[in-house]
């Protein structure tokens, strides 16, 4: 067993203390789309769109595969092998999965708002697609893309596609990272806003709607209602890309649970403290309820990834830090990166168990038990991919950046998906852009664990 010091801690305050078990994790499945994968755009979005990835770079760049890409000075500079603009729209950057499918079995997922910045991705058209990995052929097939637009002029604020009649969003517009169903419609969770936004299972937007906690607007630096200079704590208090990574539809009460990725700030932008806000939201109104929970860290973890319930009281959320590459490549020196190590790699990549029923007074849900991606059983050889490693490991790692989607399959099953940042982030291997891969978990103690009785 393994404790979590700082989810004991506000536990333990509250006079509930409970020790978090790590239990194991077998993989039963893997399937993997390239990270190259690309769809072209509608027929009538603007020429624009058939060009992505032109503004990743200090100055325009209209020629495609002209720029080679790299991870960036914070995780080494390391070369992807793969080079910016694109020839139409990428597919990469899952960041969300609905709890409910579609009638033919596929899963709903979520690409992002394109290059990481509402700056750099006003040419990246924003989409949702239908997916079913086939664990046999080890591939996923996508089945569907709807790219989400705004005919009705419904979004209160000029977007990139302003003077188009379709109106398609981009990711300057908007930065979603969670995705739920709810009867006809699909609901978004975005972090520029952070806003909800509401659509048609075509895409056509019919709702935007601002967050309120406390009965008080939430805003982060990227909210279009703000203007420079604006203060942390006074005028934003959801950090950038700090907003809605998670968002999860309780099937009991058909109630949002929106999941904010980072704490808020207080007055000089420090954190409020170790807890991430957890806040409700009633699609059947499109209004706030004014409930609100706390979901605290644990140890070495920085942000949430994704939020999904298992049954009316329990849910899945995957809490990470923001390294990528197996540890036993770690960098000597991480202030001097080279290119056969990882100067970042990744430690904290988990998948907690938490039990909403009874928080302790201040709001703080109950972590009941944890698997570590990091430490993942395959007996059968199910692994289709190889890592980078020091030396041969007899474990199965999931060592990305950003993991951004789980979602129970079954009573022991559970399907677990990482944002692959294209063409950003690597982690598999040292010099090459991390796939989309879909992983099959058996977790049958983590689905079956409930807290001890009081």
Same mark, same amino acid.
């Given at each position: 067993?393994?404790?979590?010091?700082? /989810?004991?801690?506000?536990?333990?305050?509250?006079?509930?203390?409970?020790?978090?078990? =790590?239990? !194991?994790?077998?993989?039963?499945?893997?399937?993997?789309?390239?990270?190259?994968?690309?769809?072209?755009?509608?027929?009538?979005?603007?020429? +624009?769109?058939?060009?992505?990835?032109?503004?990743?770079?200090?100055?325009?760049?209209?020629? !495609?595969?002209?720029?080679?890409?790299?991870?960036?000075?914070?995780?080494?500079?390391?070369?992807?092998?793969?080079?910016?603009?694109?020839?139409?729209?990428?597919?990469?950057?899952?960041?969300?999965?609905?709890?409910?499918?579609?009638? +033919?079995?596929?899963?709903?997922?979520?690409?992002?708002?394109?290059?990481?910045?509402?700056?750099?991705?006003?040419?990246?058209?924003?989409?949702?697609?239908? %997916? @079913?990995?086939?664990?046999?052929?080890?591939?996923?097939?996508?089945?569907?893309?709807?790219?989400?637009?705004?005919?009705?002029?419904?979004?209160?604020?000029?977007?990139?596609?302003?003077?188009?009649?379709?109106?398609?969003?981009?990711?300057?517009?908007?930065?979603?990272?969670?995705?739920?169903?709810?009867?006809?419609?699909?609901?978004?969770?975005?972090?520029?806003?952070?806003?909800?936004?509401?659509?048609?299972?075509?895409?056509?937007?019919?709702?935007?709607?601002?967050?309120?906690?406390?009965?008080?607007?939430?805003?982060?630096?990227?909210?279009?209602?703000?203007?420079? !200079? /604006?203060?942390?704590?006074?005028?934003?208090?959801?950090?950038?890309?700090?907003?809605?990574?998670?968002?999860?539809?309780?099937?009991?009460?058909?109630?949002?649970?929106?999941?904010?990725?980072?704490?808020?700030?207080?007055?000089?932008?420090?954190?409020?403290? +170790?807890?991430?806000?957890?806040?409700?939201?009633?699609?059947?109104?499109?209004?706030?309820?004014?409930?609100?929970?706390?979901?605290?860290?644990?140890?070495?973890?920085?942000?949430?990834?994704?939020?999904?319930? %298992?049954?009316?009281?329990?849910?899945?959320?995957?809490?990470? *830090?923001?390294?990528?590459?197996?540890?036993?490549?770690?960098? @000597? *020196?991480?202030?001097? !990166? @080279?290119?056969?190590?990882?100067?970042?790699?990744?430690?904290?990549?988990?998948? =907690?168990?938490?039990?909403?029923?009874?928080? @302790?007074?201040?709001?703080?849900?109950?972590?009941?038990?944890? %698997?570590?991606?990091?430490?993942?059983?395959?007996?059968?050889?199910?692994?289709?991919?190889?890592?980078?490693?020091?030396?041969?490991?007899?474990?199965?790692?999931?060592?990305?950046?950003?993991?951004?989607?789980?979602?129970?399959?079954?009573?022991?099953?559970?399907?677990? =998906?990482?944002?692959?940042?294209?063409?950003?982030?690597?982690?598999?291997?040292?010099?090459?852009? /991390?796939?989309?891969?879909?992983?099959?978990? +058996?977790?049958?103690?983590?689905?079956?664990?409930?807290?001890?009785?009081?």
């Amino acid at each position: 067993m393994r404790f979590s010091c700082l /989810a004991l801690g506000a536990l333990a305050a509250a006079g509930a203390a409970h020790a978090e078990e =790590v239990v !194991p994790s077998r993989l039963a499945g893997h399937a993997v789309l390239p990270a190259l994968t690309l769809v072209v755009p509608p027929a009538d979005a603007p020429r +624009d769109a058939w060009i992505s990835g032109k503004f990743t770079g200090t100055a325009r760049n209209d020629q !495609p595969y002209s720029a080679p890409a790299d991870t960036g000075a914070a995780l080494g500079n390391r070369p992807t092998g793969l080079s910016l603009p694109f020839i139409g729209q990428p597919v990469q950057g899952f960041s969300g999965l609905a709890l409910e499918r579609a009638p +033919d079995g596929s899963f709903y997922v979520l690409t992002d708002n394109g290059f990481g910045t509402r700056r750099n991705s006003g040419d990246a058209l924003l989409s949702f697609h239908r %997916i @079913a990995p086939d664990w046999d052929a080890g591939t996923v097939e996508r089945r569907e893309t709807v790219f989400l637009r705004d005919p009705d002029r419904v979004v209160p604020f000029r977007i990139v596609n302003e003077a188009t009649e379709t109106r398609y969003l981009t990711g300057g517009d908007f930065d979603p990272e969670s995705i739920q169903v709810v009867g006809d419609s699909i609901w978004l969770g975005d972090e520029f806003g952070p806003f909800l936004i509401r659509a048609t299972l075509d895409g056509r937007v019919t709702g935007v709607f601002d967050t309120l906690l406390d009965g008080a607007p939430v805003r982060s630096p990227d909210n279009p209602a703000l203007q420079v !200079p /604006a203060e942390a704590g006074t005028d934003w208090r959801s950090q950038r890309s700090g907003g809605y990574e998670g968002m999860a539809l309780n099937p009991e009460t058909g109630r949002l649970w929106a999941l904010l990725e980072k704490p808020l700030v207080g007055e000089g932008g420090a954190p409020e403290g +170790d807890f991430l806000r957890l806040l409700e939201f009633d699609p059947q109104v499109a209004a706030w309820t004014g409930a609100s929970l706390r979901f605290p860290l644990g140890e070495g973890a920085s942000a949430i990834g994704d939020i999904n319930f %298992i049954d009316a009281t329990r849910a899945l959320v995957i809490e990470r *830090d923001g390294g990528e590459g197996d540890p036993s490549l770690a960098c @000597a *020196d991480p202030a001097a !990166p @080279a290119p056969d190590c990882f100067p970042v790699p990744a430690r904290v990549k988990r998948i =907690v168990l938490i039990d909403t029923a009874n928080p @302790a007074d201040d709001g703080t849900v109950s972590r009941i038990a944890s %698997i570590d991606l990091m430490a993942i059983e395959d007996p059968d050889g199910n692994a289709r991919l190889k890592t980078a490693a020091a030396a041969q490991l007899d474990r199965f790692t999931f060592p990305f950046q950003t993991i951004e989607n789980v979602v129970r399959v079954d009573d022991t099953h559970i399907l677990v =998906v990482n944002d692959n940042n294209l063409p950003f982030s690597t982690g598999r291997q040292l010099d090459q852009a /991390a796939a989309n891969e879909f992983i099959l978990l +058996d977790v049958p103690e983590l689905l079956d664990a409930t807290l001890p009785p009081s």
